[in-house]
Structure formats: structure tokens, C-alpha cells
């Protein structure tokens, strides 16, 4: 049977493509990944075996950036927490209490602006939200324009700046606890963190531990390292803290889109044909 | 007047000879009697334009909440039963879906605003049609039909003010012409909707989910079946409930208060 295998649609990191499997495969042509993350793939060993590599970036941007500006909205509007008062058995709430903070207007600081950091630019704009925005590489003029984005050089000029910082960066060396304990004190004590990239982008010791002294107001996060997070983690308990279960892409048309964008790559892999998203090993 | 309270009846007034004004938090006006206040030479007063925006923002982050299925998923990643996160757990996408905005006045515009950067298509219905470059500047078309518009949208939100005509606007037959998949979100007022009706069309899967910052009453009694259904997400109606807008509805609010003690013009009075 391993014989036959050519190509793999790899579904929510499922199966591991290790040494083992690559060796027991031998026509595999290309592996096609649901989703954009090539975080938890070897691209150097899959290309040592001439394989080719596929990710699905158009099927993901809009849904990631719905799920960024839901977490963002629902994170300042204490949505989880007044919704669990609204239905709890006991009605003792104060309504005076239930501040939450005001979206439109705020400073939004953006991290990372691939396609999915500008589409939530795109979206916060609509809010009147200032944005700023820190990239390996600056955008160009007009594409700063259209969402009134304004550079950092220096990611502690954003930092210092936001009322919502949102992380959108692929997960890299380079990017690998990109938020610790230094950055969460740059960040204003009322500022809210969001994360819809990688669990490892962030050192959750720090977050769980800047959180609880009110170092930042509120976190939001679709992604944690691992995935669910041992069940006794101190952000589990945290008051002030939404976790989602890494539902960026999961919607009913992304998820259409994306294995039509996998089944693309496959079938231009088989037949030898260049392929729309082909991944290269850095 | 703070959230509805004191109430304002005859007795009441009766009680306070000297009573000048009656300063509203907020911009809905269905609690009071305007009629009986008048009668007794007291002028009212509102804060109705502070609160569109985080009103409208509400309203969007109850659609995105409630279309990505974002209480249940916290749900899921908190409980200490969750071993895994199941891989056909899926919600609705908002891009590119059909927005029907019921009620386009301040705030139901300021909500197209914001649909519109999510590339969702606008339909909207309105005592009046709005003008068409304000159409134009969200991509809104006009729905003269409410029934046209409940028929095609994936999302349906209500930003109506509560008049007799309003009532129970949104009742079993406009539940029944809305998609199956269609989701309900309330930012106007709890009466304007049926809460039966839509209990029932919740049940049966008439409709798909409601997300609500308003209910009747507030809060609904503790054994109420919409605080039981999992597609139902229920806030206390804290459409207008920063620190921002709070703090401008305070000097708003006293402003409209000291002008009328001064003999002077009211700001904001509702006539």
C-alpha cells in the first residue's frame, strides 16, 4: 500500500511526517497542508526526499481575520463573562460593574502584516481604530494609506502605543517567544493582548504571570502551546482571559476552500506542473 | 433616570411638586411616558448620539461571537473534561455573508459601516429609504419588504427603537421566512422580538442561533429556556457600557439636567 501513497492532504497536523513515514512512502510527489502554518513540518527532510510541499494562504486570510477582530471585540465587551453572568442561576450583578473598553477609536497594533494582518487592518478601520503595525519588511505607501496603518520600526514603539495588540506572525526562530516578559511590560496596563498566530509566538509563563498582576488588562487567545492546554495551566482560570480552541480557519467555506486549494496543488504536483502555492524549504 | 429606574408614574410625580426634568441614560425612550410628563411641565432629555458606536459595536461583536460559535469554543478550551479539540468542530463564516440591518438609523448605520470592511453584503429595512450616496458609501440595498430581506440574509440585526408599531415586530412568520441557517441578533429592544416565537424556531431549528444584548425583561427569570439553549448567546444589555461612553452619558446627562434648572435651552430634550 505504501507503494501507492503519492500524495498526502495532511488535515489538522494528521498524520506526522517523520523519517519513518517518508521512508515507507516512496512515490510520495507532494503534501499538501490544510492551512497556511508550516510551523509543524520538517521542510528540509520532506525535500530531501523530493517531495513537494503545499499550503492553502488564500482559503485563510478572511476567516483568520474574522476570528482576530471576533476575539479583539469580544475580549474588550467581556462577552464570555457577561454572557455566563446573564444565564448564571443567581442574578446578583451590578450593572454599573460591567464596564468593558471602547473599541472604536482605539489604538490597534498589529504584528505581522501579511495578507491576514491586513485584512484585519482592513476591518479595524471600519472601527475608526488607529493602527499600527510592526513587519520584517515595511509595506508600501499606498497599501499603508488604504488602512491608514502607521510603520513601527521598533516593535517597542507599538508596544508602548496599543490599546489592542494583535499577533499575526508565522511561527519562525526568529519569532519564537517574540512576546515575553519585557514586551508585556511595554505594553499599557489597560492594553489587551490577542493572539491568532502560534501558541510558542508567546511565553505563556509571562502571560499567565503578567495577567494575574494586572501587567495587562486581558488576553485573547485562539492559539496555545500545546493545543489543548494541560488542564491545570494558570490561564485556564484567569478571569480575564478568552482561550478558543484554534478555530481561525473552521468555518464551513474556509475549510471548502481549503481543500480546493489542496486539491489544486495535488493535482498540479502529479502531473508534473508548477503548483499555485508551493512551499520552499528556507 | 440610570437603566430604567426610578419608573416614572403618575404616583411618582404626584410626589415631587417641584420637579424640573428627567435626564435619560442612553438614547431609548419606550420607559417613559412622554405624554404623562408633559402633563406635569417636566422636560426629558436624552444622551441618544454617545452611544451609537459602541452600540454598533456590539452589535458586531455579537454577530462575529455568535457566527464562530466563540462562547462554545471558550467553553471547550477551559473545561477540564477537553482532552482534544475534535477536527469537524466548524463555525459560519462572516466574510462575504449577507448582513439584513432592521432599523437603519444611527446605529444600524454605523453597523454597515462595519460590516461593509468584513465584505459582507448589505440589505437593510427602514420606515424611510436612506439617501443613496449614504446607500452607496456601505453598499446597502433597500429592502421595502422586510420579508425580502429576512429571506436572504445569514445574519439578521435588529437596531429599531421600541414603538407600537416596532412590538413583536420579529414574531413566528418573520422567524419562518428567515434561513434556516440564519442567525438573530438583537441590539434594539427585548420587545421588538417575540421571545416565544423565537424560543420555539430555536428549538426546531427554524432558525440556526440568536445572540441578544436585550431581552424582556432584564434580566429574564432564571429558568427561562433561552438561557438554556447553547445556540443562544445572552449579554445584559451593556450595548453602551465603557468607560468612555459612560463617563460623556455623566456630563451629558448633567448638562441636560443644569440647563433646565437655569430656564435655559435643553440640550438633547426629547419632545
Not at chain 1, 2 to 31: C, F, M, R, T
Not at chain 2, 13 to 18: D, E, F
Not at chain 2, 172 to 185: D, H, S, W
Request: charged share 20%; proline share 5%.
Amino acid at each position: 500500500v505504501g507503494k501507492k501513497v503519492q500524495a498526502i492532504y495532511l488535515w489538522w497536523h494528521k498524520p506526522v511526517i517523520d523519517k519513518e513515514l517518508l521512508q515507507s512512502l516512496p512515490n510520495l510527489k507532494v503534501i499538501a497542508n490544510s492551512g497556511v502554518g508550516m510551523d509543524h513540518l520538517d521542510l528540509k527532510l520532506i525535500a530531501s526526499f523530493g517531495v513537494k510541499m503545499a499550503n492553502a494562504p488564500r482559503a485563510v486570510s478572511s476567516a483568520t481575520a474574522d476570528t482576530g477582530m471576533a476575539l479583539l471585540l469580544a475580549s474588550a465587551r467581556r462577552l464570555v463573562e457577561v454572557h455566563n453572568i446573564s444565564i448564571s442561576p443567581s442574578m446578583e450583578y451590578c450593572e454599573a460593574d460591567i464596564l468593558g473598553v471602547k473599541v472604536t477609536g482605539a489604538t490597534l497594533g498589529i504584528i505581522g502584516m501579511g495578507s491576514i494582518g491586513y485584512k484585519i487592518a482592513l476591518r479595524a478601520k471600519a472601527f475608526e481604530m488607529n493602527i499600527l503595525y510592526h513587519n520584517r519588511t515595511r509595506r508600501k505607501m499606498q497599501e499603508e494609506q488604504a488602512v491608514g496603518a502607521t510603520y513601527c520600526k521598533k516593535i517597542d514603539s507599538l508596544l508602548q502605543q496599543a490599546d489592542f495588540v494583535m499577533l499575526v506572525v508565522s511561527l519562525t526562530p526568529q519569532t519564537h517567544k517574540l512576546i515575553g516578559k519585557r514586551e508585556l511590560e511595554l505594553m499599557k496596563p489597560t492594553a489587551t493582548l490577542i493572539n491568532i498566530s502560534r501558541g510558542a509566538v508567546v511565553d505563556q509563563e509571562a502571560l499567565a504571570a503578567a495577567l494575574q498582576t494586572g501587567v495587562i488588562r486581558a488576553a485573547a487567545l485562539d492559539v496555545t502551546s500545546p493545543e489543548p492546554l494541560p488542564r491545570e495551566h494558570p490561564l485556564l482560570k484567569l478571569k480575564n482571559v478568552i482561550i478558543t480552541p484554534h478555530l481561525g480557519i473552521k468555518t464551513d467555506k474556509a475549510t471548502y476552500m481549503i481543500t480546493e486549494e489542496a486539491v489544486e496543488n495535488i493535482l498540479a504536483a502529479l502531473n508534473g506542473l508548477p503548483l499555485p502555492s508551493e512551499v520552499l524549504p528556507s | 433616570m440610570w437603566y430604567h429606574k426610578p419608573a416614572i408614574n403618575e404616583e411618582l410625580l404626584q410626589s415631587l411638586p417641584n420637579l424640573k426634568v428627567v435626564a435619560s441614560s442612553g438614547v431609548g425612550i419606550d420607559h417613559l411616558d412622554l405624554k404623562l410628563l408633559s402633563r406635569y411641565g417636566v422636560k426629558v432629555s436624552n444622551t441618544p448620539f454617545i452611544v451609537s458606536t459602541d452600540t454598533a459595536d456590539m452589535g458586531m461583536a455579537l454577530l462575529l461571537a455568535s457566527s464562530r460559535r466563540l462562547v462554545e469554543g471558550h467553553e471547550m478550551a477551559v473545561s477540564p473534561d477537553t482532552e482534544y479539540f475534535p477536527a469537524d468542530w466548524l463555525g459560519v463564516e462572516v466574510s462575504g455573508a449577507t448582513l439584513g440591518i432592521v432599523g437603519m438609523g444611527t446605529i444600524g448605520y454605523k453597523v454597515a459601516e462595519r460590516a461593509k470592511a468584513f465584505e459582507m453584503k448589505i440589505l437593510y429595512h427602514n420606515r424611510n429609504q436612506r439617501k443613496k450616496e449614504e446607500e452607496s458609501a456601505v453598499g446597502a440595498i433597500y429592502c421595502k419588504k422586510i420579508d425580502d430581506l429576512l429571506q436572504q440574509s445569514d445574519f439578521v440585526l435588529l437596531a429599531v427603537n421600541l414603538t407600537p408599531q416596532t412590538h413583536k415586530l420579529i414574531g413566528k412568520r418573520e422567524l419562518e421566512l428567515m434561513k434556516p441557517t440564519a442567525t438573530l441578533i438583537n441590539i434594539s429592544r427585548g420587545l421588538v422580538v417575540d421571545q416565544d416565537a423565537l424560543v420555539e424556531a430555536l428549538q426546531n431549528k427554524v432558525i440556526k442561533a440568536a445572540a441578544l444584548d436585550v431581552t424582556y425583561p432584564e434580566p429574564l427569570p432564571r429558568d427561562h429556556p433561552l438561557l438554556k439553549l447553547k445556540n443562544v448567546i445572552i449579554t445584559p444589555h451593556i450595548g453602551s457600557a465603557t468607560n468612555k461612553t459612560r463617563w460623556v452619558m455623566m456630563e451629558e446627562m448633567t448638562e441636560s439636567i443644569e440647563a433646565a434648572l437655569a430656564g435655559l435651552p435643553i440640550p438633547r430634550e426629547v419632545l
